[in-house]
């Protein structure tokens, strides 16, 4: 910040940090009725796959969600390495094949209807 103000040099501009504003959560269990509810539908659309927790290096707002007690889990298509090197999220090619597409929604239907 003392470089920022140093390079602007102008003493009517002022840097001040921004507030976290994201809040410090637990994560979400993974014994709760959605979560096996999410490994089964994988299992049934995905045979052969494994649910695996991990943590996503970005930001959403699930955090803000956990802080109110609700039980977040990022889900999203299938893709193969290749799929996902050549149009990754967010890139300028950035796409679904309509197979992954048809898979998911398959997926995201069975996990809602699915939870006990």
Not at 40 to 49: F, L, M
Not at 77 to 104: C, G, K, Y
């Amino acid at each position: 910040m003392r470089e920022m103000t140093r390079v602007i040099g102008d003493p009517a501009v002022s840097i001040v940090p921004l507030p976290v504003t994201r809040p410090v959560t637990q994560p979400s269990s993974i014994h709760s009725a959605m979560y096996a509810s999410l490994e089964r539908a994988a299992s049934r659309v995905y045979p052969g796959a494994v649910s695996l927790p991990s943590m996503l290096a970005a930001s959403t707002d699930m955090a803000q969600l956990r802080e109110k007690g609700i039980q977040s889990y990022g889900i999203g298509p299938a893709m193969t390495r290749d799929d996902f090197a050549q149009h990754a999220w967010h890139s300028d090619v950035e796409r679904l094949f309509e197979p992954a597409l048809n898979d998911f929604v398959r997926f995201v239907f069975e996990a809602v209807t699915g939870v006990q």
